[in-house]
C-alpha cells in the first residue's frame, strides 16, 4: 500500500498574509514543512498543492514535486484532492503548510494505522489535554474515543460532559491535531458530499465524516508541532531553531 504527502498551500492568509513563504531563519516556511516530510518513511513521495503561480514557483526553486490547483477549493482537502486525482498512491496523507516543524514520525503513525485497519477511511492524531485552559479554550478541539480508538465526536466544548463540575484530572481528555491520512478513493467521495448540519455548527469538517457513519481511527501521540499563525509565532519559530529560550 503506497502513500502520497500532500501539503495544501494557499497564499491568502487573514493574521498573516502570505505565510507560506514568510522566511524562517533564512527559508521559506513552506521550504520546512516539506523538508521534514521527505524524511516519512512511509510516503512515497511528497506535493505541494499551490494556489498561486508564485507560489508553485517558489517551491519548484526548492527542488519540490508542485502543481497548480484552482484558488477557489473551499478547504485544504478538496485542494489535496485535486492535487492527487491522478495519483497512484492508495493512502493520501494531508499536510499542514504552517508546521514547520512537524514530526515525521507522526505522519507515518497515521498511515499505519490505515494500513492496519481497513474498516477506516481516516486516521488523525489526537493528544492528552494538559491544562485547564486547554480544556475549555474553544480552539482547541476535543474528542471522544472508543475502546478502539476510534473518534466518537469531535467538539469545540469540554466532552465528555463532567457532571459533578469541572474535572481535576485533565490528562483522561483528549484533543485533536488537524492532520489526516485519509483513503484516496473515500477522500474524493468526501469532498463530493455538501456540509453536514453537525459540520456547520461546530466549524468542523471532520464531522461529515462522523455523521456519514464513516470512521476516523484516533492516533494517540506526545507530539505537538509548533504552528505559525502570526508574526509572533515567526519570532517563536526562529528562536527554536537557534535554540533560545522563547
Given at each position: ?7 495544501p ?9 502570505g ?77 499542514q ?46 474528542v ?13 466544548s ?42 456547520q ?11 456519514a ?28 531553531l ?5
Amino acid at each position: 500500500m503506497k502513500a502520497i504527502g500532500v501539503i495544501p498551500a494557499r497564499w491568502a492568509s487573514t493574521r498573516l498574509p502570505g505565510k507560506v513563504l514568510v522566511d524562517i531563519a533564512g527559508k521559506p516556511m513552506l521550504q520546512r514543512v516539506w523538508q521534514r516530510a521527505l524524511q516519512c518513511k512511509r510516503l512515497t513521495r511528497v506535493l505541494i498543492a499551490c494556489d498561486e503561480p508564485h507560489v508553485l514557483q517558489a517551491a519548484r526553486e526548492f527542488g519540490a514535486e508542485a502543481v497548480l490547483t484552482r484558488k477557489d477549493h473551499p478547504s485544504g482537502s478538496d485542494r489535496v484532492a485535486e492535487a492527487v486525482c491522478n495519483a497512484d498512491e492508495d493512502i493520501v496523507v494531508n499536510i499542514q503548510s504552517d508546521e514547520p516543524f512537524i514530526d515525521p514520525v507522526l505522519i507515518d503513525s497515521l498511515v499505519q494505522a490505515l494500513e492496519q485497519d481497513p474498516s477506516a477511511m481516516v486516521s488523525t492524531p489526537v493528544k492528552r489535554i494538559s491544562s485547564r485552559e486547554d480544556f475549555l479554550n474553544p480552539n482547541v478541539v476535543k474528542v471522544v474515543v472508543d475502546c478502539k480508538w476510534r473518534a466518537l465526536y469531535f467538539s469545540r466544548s469540554p466532552i465528555p460532559f463532567h457532571r459533578d463540575g469541572e474535572p481535576s484530572d485533565y490528562s483522561r481528555y483528549f484533543r485533536h491535531l488537524g492532520l489526516y491520512a485519509y483513503r484516496k478513493n473515500f477522500l474524493f467521495e468526501y469532498c463530493r458530499w455538501p456540509k453536514s448540519f453537525l459540520e456547520q455548527e461546530e466549524s468542523l469538517e471532520q464531522l461529515r465524516v462522523i455523521e456519514a457513519g464513516q470512521r476516523i481511527l484516533c492516533v494517540p501521540t506526545e507530539t505537538v508541532a509548533l504552528g505559525v499563525d502570526t508574526k509572533e509565532d515567526v519570532e517563536k519559530a526562529v528562536c527554536f531553531l537557534q535554540g533560545k529560550d522563547q
